[in-house]
């Protein structure tokens, strides 16, 4: 998949091995999914794919039980799912994807975050024709597998690239086969796979290693924030 992806994927990793703060992000996608398809996993997929994504991020059980309850209780908090666009250092295009209770404290701090680390918030839609969203999967190999046969299996359910890299399988495909694809990667036995929907950048730029601390930089503050669920930027 190329130089662009595997810094997408090393940088990623990097900055969600934070579990004091991917936890609760976790436990916000898995309480959403049980408030918009209910809490039983075998009804809703959606559900299924948040609890997945946590269990391969080696999240307790108890948090997972407590995030699926929590969308019945009668304080459950209703989430709103915006998304922001800005520029940061550089020339560089920063996507940010947000669940909310409350889109005022939101969009202050992230206006806060964009103009302390050399950015800023553009007009919503300015940039989203820059990133094209693709299902993204991820899980670990095992010796038994045949590569050839699941690549062959996963393009009759829209796989577009499949590659190996550390003893993990990495699978990409268009957004509209999200649920085609994870579906086929349960049939295959996969236990705590993660799988998201990703904006991948169309025209990625070249930044010097010192311009990509910078960005980075804004882009853990960013992830900081209770608030955001995901970033995404057009660094190659």
């Given at each position: 998949m190329g130089r662009a992806f595997?810094?997408?994927?090393?940088?990623?990793?990097?900055?969600?091995?934070k579990m004091s703060k991917v936890f609760p992000k976790l436990a916000k996608s898995i309480t959403m999914a049980a408030k918009a398809g209910g809490v039983d996993p075998e009804m809703n997929s959606a559900l299924r794919t948040a609890i997945s994504n946590a269990k391969a991020e080696n999240m307790p059980?108890?948090?997972?039980?407590?995030?699926?309850?929590?969308?019945?209780?009668?304080?459950?908090?209703?989430?709103s799912e915006i998304n922001y666009e800005g520029k940061g250092p550089h020339g560089s295009l920063i996507f940010v994807e947000t669940a909310t209770d409350n889109t005022n404290r939101t969009v202050a701090n992230l206006k806060m975050t964009f103009n302390k680390n050399g950015g800023e918030i553009v007009q919503t839609g300015s940039l989203e024709f820059l990133f094209a969203r693709k299902a993204v999967i991820q899980f670990k190999k095992e010796p038994a597998m045949d590569i050839d046969e699941i690549e062959l299996d996963l393009i009759d359910h829209g796989l577009e690239e499949l590659s190996v890299n550390d003893e993990t399988i990495y699978i990409?495909?268009?957004?509209?086969?999200?649920g085609t694809l994870t579906s086929a990667v349960e049939k295959l036995g996969v236990a705590g796979f993660k799988a998201n929907l990703e904006r991948i950048p169309t025209s990625p730029v070249e930044l010097s290693e010192e311009q990509i601390k910078e960005v980075e930089a804004l882009i853990d503050k960013l992830e900081d924030d209770e608030d955001v669920q995901a970033v995404f930027t057009n660094i190659a």
């Open positions: 595997e810094y997408r994927r090393a940088a990623k990793e990097k900055r969600w091995d059980k108890d948090n997972i039980e407590k995030a699926v309850k929590r969308a019945s209780g009668k304080d459950a908090a209703a989430f990409q495909g268009e957004f509209t086969a999200f």
